[in-house]
């Protein structure tokens, strides 16, 4: 910053402080009205549209819809609106402000520049529009929630925040990876109203294959009976069909039905009680 700029901040700074000594008791109050009113607007407000929205999104959920979806969709609603809301309190409250400490302040050039700066924003930032239209479009159509894990352009993860113009999601890995809304062409929910469990395991042909699925079958029926984890199973873990064989061994496709998110822990689950239940009846693997 040169001399001439600081001198230009100064000579700003101190026309601002003289403006504030300058106000009257009642200016002065009015000021401090307009901020204790904006706080309690930001404040309340916020908590009230919390309320509507969660509320708004209870009555009308679908049928089909398990409680984690009906939370999902209220977070990600809930995280827009009261963005929204706290941006206009903040921008209606200052601007309130603004006409007190400077009450000769004309703002309709002020206007006039703004509507100038729309219009050249308008045209050169294309992509700016395209990714607010889409951002709306994905929060309507429920495409996806804060918290679902998803597939964007062969990035999977968590998603963090769902925002006007950006999709953040999360990996495994804890990279945070972010995506304008207006690129976003194919996505993959792997957490919108239920999951699917599907492993296999390799066994040898040396066993008898009835005897396995049976296996199969009742250790998945048993895993889902149990407290722990029948609310996370929807339809319990059990022989599918057979995959890929060789001379010597052959694959079994194992599937369930899971809520949203859980398909990885019953996965898990469902292989440590198999090693254990062949290890018991001796079955090769």
């Given at each position: 910053?040169?001399?001439?700029?600081?001198?230009?901040?100064?000579?700003?700074t101190q026309s601002t402080t003289d403006a504030i000594k300058g106000l009257s008791a009642k200016d002065t109050l009015d000021a401090v009205m307009i901020i204790v009113i904006s706080f309690l607007f930001y404040i309340v407000g916020t908590v009230i549209l919390r309320y509507v929205v969660k509320n708004?999104?209870?009555?009308?959920?679908?049928?089909?819809?398990?409680?984690?979806?009906?939370?999902?969709?209220?977070?990600?609603?809930?995280?827009?609106?009261?963005?929204?809301?706290?941006?206009?309190?903040?921008?209606?409250?200052?601007?309130?402000?603004?006409?007190?400490?400077?009450?000769?302040?004309?703002?309709?050039?002020?206007?006039?520049?703004?509507?100038?700066?729309?219009?050249?924003?308008?045209?050169?930032?294309?992509?700016?529009?395209?990714?607010?239209?889409?951002?709306?479009?994905?929060?309507?159509?429920?495409?996806?929630?804060?918290?679902?894990?998803?597939?964007?352009?062969?990035?999977?993860?968590?998603?963090?925040?769902?925002?006007?113009?950006?999709?953040?999601?999360?990996?495994?890995?804890?990279?945070?990876?972010?995506?304008?809304?207006?690129?976003?062409?194919?996505?993959?929910?792997?957490?919108?109203?239920?999951?699917?469990?599907?492993?296999?395991?390799?066994?040898?042909?040396?066993?008898?294959?009835?005897?396995?699925?049976?296996?199969?079958?009742?250790?998945?029926?048993?895993?889902?009976?149990?407290?722990?984890?029948?609310?996370?199973?929807?339809?319990?873990?059990?022989?599918?069909?057979?995959?890929?064989?060789?001379?010597?061994?052959?694959?079994?496709?194992?599937?369930?039905?899971?809520?949203?998110?859980?398909?990885?822990?019953?996965?898990?689950?469902?292989?440590?009680?198999?090693?254990?239940?062949?290890?018991?009846?001796?079955?090769?693997?």
């Open positions: 910053m040169n001399s001439d700029s600081l001198l230009l901040f100064a000579a700003e708004s999104v209870e009555r009308t959920k679908h049928k089909t819809w398990h409680k984690k979806d009906i939370e999902k969709r209220q977070k990600t609603l809930v995280s827009v609106a009261t963005s929204i809301w706290q941006i206009l309190v903040v921008f209606v409250g200052g601007f309130q402000l603004l006409q007190i400490i400077f009450p000769d302040l004309n703002t309709a050039p002020l206007f006039a520049s703004a509507g100038i700066i729309g219009v050249a924003v308008g045209f050169g930032s294309q992509t700016l529009v395209k990714d607010f239209l889409s951002g709306l479009f994905i929060i309507s159509e429920n495409q996806y929630r804060v918290g679902d894990i998803i597939d964007i352009n062969g990035a999977t993860g968590t998603v963090e925040r769902i925002g006007a113009r950006s999709t953040v999601i999360r990996d495994l890995d804890g990279n945070v990876h972010y995506f304008p809304n207006g690129t976003i062409q194919h996505v993959i929910n792997k957490t919108m109203g239920y999951s699917m469990a599907r492993f296999t395991v390799s066994v040898n042909l040396s066993n008898e294959l009835e005897d396995i699925i049976e296996l199969i079958n009742k250790t998945g029926e048993k895993l889902a009976e149990e407290a722990k984890w029948k609310n996370k199973i929807i339809t319990a873990p059990k022989f599918e069909s057979i995959g890929e064989f060789t001379s010597s061994s052959v694959n079994l496709l194992i599937s369930a039905k899971t809520q949203p998110s859980d398909q990885w822990s019953v996965i898990a689950e469902m292989r440590r009680r198999l090693l254990a239940a062949f290890e018991k009846n001796k079955v090769e693997l």
